[in-house]
């Protein structure tokens, strides 16, 4: 392959909001940045979240997703960033610490970028039908929330008229909203759980549209001929088993999967970057730094997250970490503190700290809990909390005085009051 | 004597308070759960005149993207959220399309104006 070589401080992978804030925040620091992005336009999925709920922490006024875009997209290029659409990232190389290369083609031919250091930012894929088990005919009419989501407020196209969405997270509940106010008949949504998945503001549009919800159901077939006709729903006990006898049918020509997201970490496994099987995204230190010196990840590819305004500030983070790595030939530090998973604890990143900084660290629960202490034993920190959900991803400052005061490990755990 | 408790989640802020408001013969009795005043404003006109920020997508003629993202810059009443829906269904915008664009101005005559939310370039 003939490629052109080119030479940057850091190089970003992936145009969404944490790649954005990355490159942005980069390039203030100094840093020469170039930023990649598969995409035909930079702003990953935002363009065409069309609904408001966006930036609220961030810009300190609610946004639609192609307005926060835009924002960022906007300071891309007034700083002059350089950047590929278009561009699909084949491999990373790791040479040494300071000398990295990623791969990459784009319409505009194969480029070789040499690197000191790497934000990776790829976000999450969708889970798709298969994984969450439903069986049957393969008909036309099964959508993933976000193909649907394209097709409507990208393109411009209905997929269909009467909807059965599987999944209560917030992308589904969105999708809900924005089936029925195109005048689609949402019959259903479908939840796993007995607790629906989203933010309590997105369940809202529920009763917004007299939408009905089935939770602790599954869908388990499809059917139809050419397009989907009807689908196969049976109620499950707290195991999540199927409860015989429990089925009934659903008349609907359209289904939208919308059953969670996956981290997007293929490259990072291909270098043998550890994955954390909680989160499914990378174990990272303090700045976002993976196993791998010098290459940060930041956003959905990361773990999964509710707030774009927190993918932003990881981008940010990410960014900093980059700067000092590049400044210190690595990040400097005389320990590393781990942080544990206690009781009740499904999820916490990042999975070392440092204590020579303030951190945020993002938790989910496995359960919700109400009237809750959130504990930090080693450090003798307590968080009182009214309710607990596994939905809401909860954010928490440690401050650097308080992690210095553990050994080697911070245990975060829930107990009741 | 009716009595009526309406159970919602405030959507002002990511805080989302559950708010629980009591209706006495149409007359709002009580409210509790919400943490401050904004959210106390917004459980009456819920039960009173319930609004929303409508959102969609108009099409483009002459773009890089066949569609542009709109919202009402304020809030409507729900009641009318159909018929403007089927409105902006019916029209067809010219790129280039910038962010904040006014769309359309007071539409059937609400109190709104339909703002683009997308950059659309000429193609
Ligand atoms: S009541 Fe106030 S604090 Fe609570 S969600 Fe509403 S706006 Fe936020």
Same mark, same amino acid.
Do not use: W
């Given at each position: 392959m003939n490629s052109t070589m080119l030479q940057y401080d850091v190089v970003v992978i992936g145009g969404g909001p944490a790649g954005l804030a990355a490159a942005v925040k980069a390039r203030e620091y100094g840093l020469n940045v170039l930023l990649l992005d *598969?995409?035909?336009? %930079?702003?990953g999925i935002l363009p065409q979240c069309i609904h408001p709920g966006f930036g #609220? =922490?961030?810009?300190r006024e609610e946004l639609t997703g192609p307005e926060f875009s835009h924002r960022f997209v906007q300071r891309v290029k007034d700083l002059k960033i350089d950047y590929f659409v278009k561009a699909r990232v084949l491999e990373i190389k790791n040479y040494s610490d300071l000398e990295k290369i990623v791969v990459f083609t784009s319409p505009e031919g194969a480029f070789e970028v040499w690197t000191k250091a790497i934000i990776y930012a790829t976000g999450a894929r969708e889970r798709h039908a298969f994984e969450i088990g439903i069986v049957g005919d393969r008909v036309a009419g099964i959508y993933t929330a976000g193909e649907a989501q394209t097709l409507m407020d #990208? &393109?411009?196209?209905?997929?269909? @008229?009467e909807v059965v969405i599987v999944g209560s997270g917030d992308v589904g509940l969105i999708m809900a909203r924005r089936f029925a106010l195109e005048g689609? @008949?949402?019959k259903a949504v479908i939840e /796993?759980?007995? &607790?629906?998945?989203?933010?309590a503001r997105n369940v809202m549009i529920l009763r917004d549209f007299n939408i009905p919800l089935y939770l602790s159901?599954?869908?388990v077939e499809v059917r139809g001929? @050419?397009?989907? *006709?009807k689908v196969k729903v049976v109620k499950v006990d707290e195991n999540l088993r199927e409860i015989p006898g429990t089925e009934f049918w659903i008349e609907c020509d359209t289904i939208i999967i919308s059953a969670g997201l996956i981290p997007q970490v293929k490259l990072l496994t291909d270098i043998g970057v550890e994955i954390d099987p909680a989160t499914g995204g990378p174990v990272v230190n303090d700045l976002l *730094? $993976? $196993?791998?010196?010098g290459i940060f990840v930041a956003g959905n590819s990361l773990l999964i997250n509710d707030l774009v305004d927190y993918v932003a500030e990881q981008g940010e983070l990410a960014a900093y970490g980059a700067k000092l790595f590049i400044e210190n030939g690595g990040i400097p530090a005389e320990k590393w503190i781990k942080l544990e998973k206690g009781n009740n604890i499904r999820l916490a990143v990042? =999975?070392? %700290?440092?204590?020579?900084r303030d951190v945020y660290i993002y938790v989910r629960v496995k359960k919700p809990m109400e009237n809750v202490v959130l504990n930090f034993p080693e450090i003798d920190k307590k968080i009182r909390l009214p309710v607990v959900r596994p939905a809401e991803m909860l954010r928490i400052r440690l401050r650097k005085e308080e992690i210095a005061k553990a050994k080697d490990k911070i245990t975060i755990e829930v107990i009741q009051q | 004597m009716t009595v009526e408790v309406y159970k919602f989640t405030c959507? #002002?802020?990511? %805080?989302?308070c559950d708010i629980e408001v009591k209706v006495e013969n149409g007359e709002i009795k009580e409210i509790k759960g919400y943490t401050c005043p904004r959210g106390k404003e917004w459980a009456i006109e819920e039960i009173t005149n319930p609004k929303r920020v409508v959102m969609s997508v108009i099409k483009v003629k002459?773009?890089?993207?066949?569609t542009v993202s709109v919202k009402t810059d304020k809030p409507i009443p729900k009641t009318k959220i159909p018929e403007l829906m089927k409105l902006l269904a019916e029209i067809e915008v010219e790129a280039p399309i910038k962010v904040g664009? #006014?769309? /359309? *101005?007071?539409? /059937?005559? %609400?109190?709104t104006k339909i703002v683009a939310t997308r950059e659309v370039e000429k193609a």
């Open positions: *598969e995409n035909d336009y %930079l702003g #609220i =922490h961030y810009f #990208i &393109y411009g196209v209905m997929p269909g @008229k689609a @008949k949402v /796993l759980m007995p &607790y629906p998945g989203g933010l159901h599954k869908v001929k @050419k397009r989907v *006709e *730094e $993976t $196993t791998v010196p990042p =999975h070392y %700290l440092s204590g020579k | 959507i #002002i802020c990511p %805080l989302s002459n773009g890089n993207m066949p664009q #006014i769309i /359309l *101005e007071n539409p /059937l005559g %609400l109190d």
